[in-house]
Nanobody
Framework: HVQLVESGGGSVQAGGSLRLSCTAS????????MSWYRQALGKEREFVSK???????SYTEAVEGRFTISQNNAKNTSFLQMNSLKPDDTAMYYC????????????????????WGQGTQVTVS
């Protein structure tokens, strides 16, 4: 079982910045692919950004050039640096992992799963 804990949300004025963090725990022998999603009031949850074990990143077009995703060396924490924030960025932001790379003895294997954090609120006014 993987637990994801987000932090870093808050309220900022348009043009400001926030940095979200998400830490995964549960399987110490694993590193994690990690994604960020967001859900605004009355709207469906949408993909924001993803970072894979190999460092590959992807972003939704709406945040390209403003948001940057990264991981720590242990690859169990992801960071979402959000700059030039707009009121449209207001939402609950959720961390998600859908794959881990885990060591089983001397062998490393990809493991598929689907875990979500509890969310952190970002409000831009």
């Amino acid at each position: 079982h993987v637990q994801l804990v987000e932090s870093g949300g808050g309220s900022v004025q348009a043009g400001g910045s926030l940095r979200l963090s998400c830490t995964a725990s549960g399987f110490e022998s694993c590193t994690y692919d990690m994604s960020w999603y967001r859900q605004a009031l009355g709207k469906e949850r949408e993909f924001v950004s993803k970072i894979k074990n190999d460092g590959t990143t992807s972003y939704t077009e709406a945040v390209e050039g403003r948001f940057t995703i990264s991981q720590n060396n242990a690859k169990n924490t992801s960071f979402l640096q959000m700059n030039s924030l707009k009121p449209d960025d207001t939402a609950m932001y959720y961390c998600q992992t859908d794959r881990g790379r885990c060591k089983f003895g001397s062998e490393a294997k990809n493991v598929r799963w689907n875990y979500w954090g509890q969310g952190t609120q970002v409000t831009v006014s």
